[in-house]
């Protein structure tokens, strides 16, 4: 069964980073789109970066642009996200998510997500 499972989230400070994981396991890793995306209290889910199969295709949402960074670790079936700079407003719980490319995300699998709270 595949599954993806998010860590790295928590509290902290503006201006301070964070690190998440999105470990994939069940499938051949390589061949998907990975991606995250992030739901504010009160907010649509939306979209903030992903890495296609390959890791050389990088999209970034605008408002994360400069902050944070995608990439992805094939050994481990990880793929990471950096997040730098953090404001209160990227406070949200983050989910990972796979798809057939980047283009074609959001997939229909998701992880549980994970918690981050930027305090000011």
């Known amino acids: 069964q595949v599954q993806l499972v998010e860590s790295g989230g928590g509290l902290v400070q503006a201006g301070g980073s964070l690190r998440l994981s999105c470990l994939a396991s069940?499938?051949?890793?390589?061949?998907?789109?990975m991606g995250w995306f992030r739901q504010a209290p009160g907010k649509e889910r939306e979209f903030v970066a992903a890495?296609?199969?390959?890791?050389?295709?990088?999209s970034l949402a605008d408002s994360v642009k400069g902050r944070f960074t995608i990439s992805r670790q094939f050994a481990e079936n990880t793929v990471i996200l950096q997040m730098n700079s953090l404001k209160p407003e990227d406070t949200a719980v983050y989910y990972c998510?796979?798809?057939?490319?980047?283009?074609?995300?959001?997939?229909?699998?998701w992880g549980q997500g994970t918690q981050v709270t930027v305090s000011s």
């Open positions: 998510n796979t798809g057939h490319s980047v283009q074609a995300m959001p997939g229909d699998l």
């Open positions: 890495i296609s199969w390959s890791g050389g295709i990088k």
């Open positions: 069940g499938r051949t890793f390589g061949r998907y789109a």
